[in-house]
């Protein structure tokens, strides 16, 4: 196969090794149910209890405080729904950002079409909100605020400790979609002040299809699958080993790698080069930013075609989210911050992570302004 540069780790990662290796055992010999009691069982049990350690020990929290999902998606739409069903004798206010992902945008919707009353903060150019308008957002019938940590289409880091106190203070539930931040930046639920608190597998080298909720001790939340009362009751059907397992070395893995120094420094070099194509603006956050998002808009071009012409060279990129890469609307993203329908149109994010090396960032240093330039002058858009 030619050279691939994947350049799209904010949409999915490789599968670590040592996941690869953690897991092996599971899906040939020890295929136990862990709800089983003979040894065979028991084997999956352990392995199940033992993940579940390793995440706690990330996150700065006890063992009974991490729940096991199937994805991001699942534990954000549980933490949400259930949050303020949790809550529903306070009132029915909802605090969160125009930027979320469509995971918590569209359970927001749903819970807007069905009664609640959504406040969206405002967002600044870069992707910040302001803390005084949250704070006087804060109503007494807010029952919920769920700010995400970190942006996945501008890797913009949001002041998620600062938020924690605000929360706290006005005693309303926190929750976080802390699916990019996680195995990224530091993520001690203590610290950060979250009662909830949603991650993925697949965002950090584990297998896609499983997810984790961190609840706070003390917190009843409601199911969101009933059954045969898995996970302490929360969450049924039978645990996905193969996925735990993975998530779990993955993440030890991940963190392992922390602070993402070298993931920076070509971060900050694959910028400052994307920057040097005229008429190119860098999005997000220039500062508070995830080490390895790299986010831009190109003046007169139509961000689909820019992928696909990188794709001809091997590199894998993204317009920024997955879910918005299928449809003519301009990522609701870039629109908050204030960027023009047509502007929008012309974004594009390069995600890293560890595996990447120096010649990757220099191919596509090398490539991307022939690309640009390529497509500019094919463009109706493009006044030269
Ligand atoms: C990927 C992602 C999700 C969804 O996670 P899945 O496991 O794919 O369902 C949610 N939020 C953010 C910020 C993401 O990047």
């Not at 049924?236 to 080993?241: A, F, V, Y």
């Not at 922390?258 to 694959?270: A, G, H, I, S, Y």
């Not at 003046?299 to 894998?316: M, Y």
């Not at 301009?330 to 890293?352: D, I, K, M, W």
Request: some cysteine; aromatic content about 4%.
């Amino acid at each position: 196969m030619e050279k691939l540069v994947y350049l799209d780790n904010a949409a999915t990662t490789r599968i670590s090794q040592k996941a690869i290796d953690a897991v092996m055992p599971f899906l040939t010999d020890n295929y136990g149910n862990p709800s089983s009691l003979y040894s065979l069982g028991q084997k999956s049990k352990v392995a199940l209890e033992n993940s579940r350690k390793t995440v706690a020990d990330v996150l700065a929290c006890r063992p009974d405080e991490v729940y096991f999902t199937g994805s991001g998606t699942e534990s954000i739409n549980w933490a949400i729904k259930s949050a303020v069903k949790a809550k529903k004798d306070i009132g029915k206010h909802i605090i969160s950002t125009k930027i979320e992902h469509p995971a918590v945008k569209n359970t927001l919707k749903y819970l807007g079409d069905n009664g609640y009353d959504i406040t969206y903060l405002e967002s600044d150019s870069v992707g910040q909100i302001s803390l005084d308008e949250l704070r006087s957002s804060i109503r007494s019938d807010t029952v919920l605020i769920s700010i995400m940590m970190a942006n996945n289409e501008i890797g913009t880091i949001l002041p998620t400790a600062e938020i924690g106190r605000i929360a706290s203070e006005a005693g309303v539930l926190f929750h976080t979609d802390a699916v990019q931040a996680v195995a990224h930046i530091p993520t001690d639920v203590g610290e950060l002040g979250v009662d909830l608190l949603s991650l993925s597998g697949h965002k950090l080298g584990a297998v896609k299809g499983v997810g984790v909720l961190y609840v706070k001790k003390g917190l009843k939340l409601e199911p969101l699958i009933h059954g045969g009362g898995q996970e302490r009751g929360k969450r049924s059907g039978t645990e996905n080993i193969f996925g735990i397992v993975t998530l779990a070395a993955a993440l030890e893995e991940a963190v392992s790698h922390m602070p993402l120094t070298q993931v920076t420094k070509l971060r900050d070099k694959l910028i400052e080069g994307v920057l040097k194509i005229p008429r190119t603006q860098l999005t997000g956050d220039p500062v508070n930013r995830l080490p390895g998002i790299a986010s831009f808009v190109f003046e007169g071009i139509e961000g689909e075609s820019l992928l696909l012409l990188l794709n001809q060279h091997g590199i894998c990129a993204s317009s920024g989210s997955a879910c918005s890469s299928d449809s003519l609307d301009p990522s609701h993203v870039l629109l908050a911050l204030g960027l023009s329908h047509e502007t929008a149109h012309g974004s594009l994010r390069l995600s890293l992570s560890v595996d990447n090396t120096e010649q990757d960032i220099d191919f596509t240093l090398e490539k991307l302004p022939i690309v640009v330039e390529k497509l500019r002058m094919m463009s109706p858009l493009w006044k030269g």
